[in-house]
């Protein structure tokens, strides 16, 4: 017979799955919560509908840059540099290179001290070696002498002749992004070289090369830029700081996470995706394994796994040496009088008598530890091939069967974006549930509450996301087979959607509910939230027994569904008592 704790728990997850997923669709009717308005009213408190929805719509704090823009933004600043300051625009791209491209430090360093910036950066104001009035000059690398025309020099003065610049420059430039703080050759002169002086003396590769190198400097040394990680991907990504998602979505469909550059992982912090990915190319579960499922040979100490057959053992060579599995003892000990091959009656003394007590805890220990990451590992890592297949089907829709829908129901194709929407939505959906197993994983075993409504939100997840993907894969099939226009393919558009509508909501509060770190449950399994103080304000009863109770239930779609309610069969949706049709798609009750 359950406690009245058990109970108590028990009536708390209840009412908490009752308020986790009370919120609105977008494309639900308003009136449907006309019924609830008591506990509606309550849990969004004096915000009105255009409050909540635009509530529920994050803002985009990233913008992607192509190559154009990235060059363009570049030259902007400059530009901005060389107007402000008064100097050449070369002049203002090494102040930039060396401030990380930060227009706002320039200018407070020039104008805290100008001549301590020109004397760090290089920029000199004359020059500090003065050629003579001689037709030739001497080299400063090669020593030979060249007429002035053949000769070129830094701001610095220095003169080479454009052989030994074209080599310092090439070698330079070839030794990687280095190149971009290039200094006079002489030894005691830091005298700058700019892209001028790249462009007179070094070839077309080596120009195309710094080039290429002063493009990324400015995305890479620059705090608010960053490449997209996808391989192959050439987009950057300018982010704009002060809301806590750091979720950012490339042009090329990769997501990543703007803090850490790993894959997009809301609902997990960095902190646990950084554990969980060492977690998964580590030894440790090797040696867990190893433990759990192997026993140390007891000459050479070479592990060894027995998957079948006897008792009796022999250790590869060069060891060979023959002994019990059990007891680890030499096998010339035993015999029949011993228990025969099966069996060994020395080990079940020793048992008895407590000698392996605190092997076997280790071993069953790392057996524990072994399985229950292998539990959840396992599913993280379908999800993720669940995800990956969802993208080649997506792309397969979007080049090939949209084109041919359109075709066969006689519909634009800007008709059939309900489609797409639904596999996009998938797609997030397959990425979510799979760092919430990773999450899963680190939650603290002795949080009995949190990990029995978090296990239940898990599971509602994955059954409503099988939902959804069985009617945008299976039930579009008959669609794409068909020869002709479907009577039933209006009824279609009108389910894909709901279901992609209902998913996106439960997801969306899943998310919230996991990065709140399951707050509605307290360290006692007590409902703590908003919403369940309004639903008692509204007069339900939370007895023990549940009498005087109407108990509201909802269901993956976040609808709610009770006593008074029926559920469509066709979309899902919830419809009142008295009505003999659905309000979302007119198909008769059945």
Not at 325 to 334: F, K, N, T, Y
Not at 459 to 479: D, I, N, P, T, V
Request: aromatic share 10%; glycine share 6%; net charge negative.
């Amino acid at each position: 017979m359950d406690s009245e704790d058990d109970m108590h728990d028990a009536n708390d997850m209840e009412s908490l799955d009752d308020d986790f997923y009370s919120g609105e669709t977008e494309d639900a009717p308003m009136d449907y919560y006309s019924d609830y308005d008591d506990v509606a009213d309550d849990y969004f408190e004096d915000a009105d509908d255009s409050d909540r929805m635009e509530s529920r719509r994050p803002e985009q704090n990233f913008t992607i840059l192509r190559e154009l823009d990235i060059r363009q933004r570049q030259e902007d600043d400059i530009t901005r540099v060389s107007a402000v300051l008064s100097i050449p625009r070369v002049s203002a791209s090494i102040l930039l290179r060396h401030y990380n491209w930060s227009v706002s430090k320039v200018h407070d360093a020039w104008f805290a001290d100008e001549d301590q910036v020109r004397k760090t950066v290089g920029l000199l104001d004359k020059p500090v070696y003065q050629y003579s009035n001689a037709r030739e000059l001497t080299c400063g690398i090669c020593f030979e002498m060249y007429p002035r025309s053949r000769v070129k020099s830094a701001a610095c003065g220095h003169p080479y002749c454009y052989l030994c610049w074209a080599g310092y420059i090439g070698t330079s430039i070839n030794d990687g992004p280095g190149c971009l703080g290039l200094r006079c050759p002489d030894p005691t002169c830091g005298a700058a070289i700019g892209q001028d002086m790249i462009n007179l003396l070094a070839s077309d590769e080596d120009k195309a090369k710094y080039d290429r190198y002063l493009l990324r400097s400015y995305i890479e040394d620059n705090k608010k830029t960053k490449w997209c990680p996808a391989p192959g991907c050439e987009y950057a990504v300018t982010f704009d700081a002060g809301s806590g998602n750091y979720d950012v979505s490339c042009l090329c469909s990769y997501s990543f996470c703007w803090n850490c550059t790993e894959e997009a992982h809301r609902p997990v912090d960095c902190g646990t995706v950084s554990k969980w990915i060492l977690k998964n190319s580590a030894e440790s579960e090797n040696m867990n394994w190893i433990l759990a499922n192997s026993k140390p040979c007891p000459k050479c100490k070479r592990p060894i796994e027995k998957n079948q057959g006897c008792m009796h053992m022999t250790c590869t060579p060069p060891c060979k040496f023959e002994f019990c599995w059990l007891c680890l003892g030499a096998w010339s000990d035993h015999g029949e009088r011993t228990g025969g091959f099966y069996a060994c009656n020395r080990y079940e003394a020793a048992k008895q008598e407590g000698v392996y007590d605190e092997t076997e805890r280790r071993r069953e220990m790392a057996k524990n530890s072994l399985e229950r990451y292998t539990h959840y590992y396992e599913r993280w890592a379908s999800n993720q091939s669940s995800r990956q297949k969802a993208l080649a089907d997506l792309h397969q829709m979007q080049t090939v069967h949209i084109e041919k829908l359109s075709d066969t129901q006689c519909q634009p194709e800007s008709q059939l974006k309900f489609i797409t929407e639904a596999w996009l939505q998938i797609v997030e959906c397959r990425r979510v549930l799979k760092w919430t197993y990773a999450y899963g994983y680190y939650l603290p075993e002795h949080e009995h509450a949190k990990k029995q409504f978090f296990e239940y939100l898990q599971g509602e997840a994955e059954s409503g996301l099988e939902r959804l993907h069985q009617c945008a894969e299976k039930e579009l099939q008959l669609f794409l087979n068909a020869d002709g226009p479907s009577r039933e393919f209006n009824d279609f558009r009108t389910k894909l959607a709901g279901l992609t509508s209902v998913t996106r909501n439960y997801f969306e509060n899943l998310v919230r509910a996991l990065e709140n770190g399951l707050s509605d449950v307290d360290s006692n399994g007590a409902a703590s939230s908003k919403a369940t103080s309004s639903k008692n304000g509204a007069g339900s009863s939370k007895g023990r027994g549940g009498r005087g109770k109407t108990t509201i239930r909802t269901s993956i779609s976040g609808r709610m569904t009770d006593d008074n309610h029926w559920s469509c069969e066709h979309c899902t949706y919830a419809n009142v008592r008295s009505a003999t049709t659905c309000q979302m798609c007119n198909q008769q009750r059945r």
